[in-house]
């Protein structure tokens, strides 16, 4: 009998079509799943912010478990949300063709950025960076899955809410009352899918390894070495986005002060035969440039 590959995802909208898409690629090349929906903390509890649940794998940790345990072969996640050390056993096998990084505003009707007034997010990336920008607004918090956060956004009075454009647009929920914010640097790996197997499931990690996009993994690669040598997961403002051009690859990065009045940028470039390290050394840059200071501060106001 031929092995069902079962993959194991978060049970929102949002998860579930990631890994219905990684279900039909697999099929594509000759491999049967199913899918096993899996609940997460960071889903069951949406009255905290996500700095304050430990947030290192709070979307990842339940299938990690679930896999470990035998329950699930392979777990799909938003990249973004996966720890930059994966737990003992556990290996990185693809990452999918990347979607768009950038963030959007979703607003409500008669948006004016020039008044004061609220904009929603539960990032502190995305936070320190309106503030940056937009001192005179107010930032909420907002949690919960994208619907979630779409449909308290429309009941509200605030001015509009910050989302991943990539996970709008896969599910169809990307309105038209919305400005894309280029000027500001996405979460390390945003817009990214990933794949996550167990070391010795040889099967699996050679069935998904068919489903990696070079270029995408490169770049996500990069990007959270930037992420990982800063120390700040996701209890840190930080951003980055690197991009491959003329056999050339650039990373922009920053890190930010909880409050935003504090930023940190750098842009570097080297060529992808020396991309060795490349997130590592713009990571000491940035530290040496006032980041050791400033990530200390951080910690103690968190």
């Not at 890994?19 to 509890?45: F, H, I, N, W």
């Not at 679930?66 to 392979?74: F, K, P, R, S, T």
């Not at 809410?161 to 990307?174: D, N, Q, T, V």
């Not at 993994?217 to 930037?226: A, G």
Request: aromatic share 4%; glycine share 8%.
């Amino acid at each position: 009998m031929r092995k069902v590959i079962r993959i194991g995802t978060r049970d929102s909208e949002l998860a579930l079509w990631q890994a219905r898409t990684v279900a039909d690629l697999l099929k594509s090349q000759g491999y049967d799943s199913e899918l096993v929906p899996v609940k997460s903390q960071g889903d069951l509890q949406l009255d905290k912010p996500l700095y304050e649940l430990g947030i290192t794998g709070i979307f990842t940790k339940s299938l990690d478990l679930a896999m470990l345990n035998g329950d699930v072969d392979i777990a799909v996640h938003s990249l973004k949300d996966v720890p930059t050390l994966l737990p003992k056993g556990i290996v990185q096998t693809a990452v999918l063709k990347r979607a768009s990084s950038l963030d959007v505003l979703v607003y409500n009707d008669n948006l004016d950025l020039d008044t004061p007034g609220n904009i929603a997010t539960g990032s502190l990336r995305r936070k320190a960076q309106w503030l940056n920008r937009y001192p005179q607004h107010e930032v909420v918090g907002l949690r919960g899955n994208v619907n979630t956060r779409l449909k308290k956004l429309g009941d509200s009075e605030w001015k509009g809410a910050i989302f991943a454009k990539a996970g709008l647009e896969r599910i169809g929920l990307l309105p038209d009352s919305h400005i894309a914010l280029e000027w500001m640097i996405p979460a390390p790996a945003q817009g990214a899918m990933a794949i996550v197997a167990l070391a010795n499931d040889e099967l699996s990690i050679e069935a998904t390894q068919r489903l990696n996009d070079s270029e995408s993994e490169i770049c996500t690669t990069v990007e959270r070495e930037f992420l990982r040598t800063l120390e700040g997961g996701c209890t840190a403002p930080i951003g980055a986005i690197a991009t491959i051009s003329d056999n050339l690859i650039r990373l922009e990065g920053v890190l930010l002060s909880l409050d935003g009045k504090q930023k940190i940028e750098i842009s570097e470039e080297t060529s992808l035969n020396n991309r060795r390290n490349f997130g590592m050394l713009c990571a000491e840059k940035v530290l040496n440039s006032g980041g050791k200071e400033l990530m200390n501060q951080i910690r103690t106001e968190i």
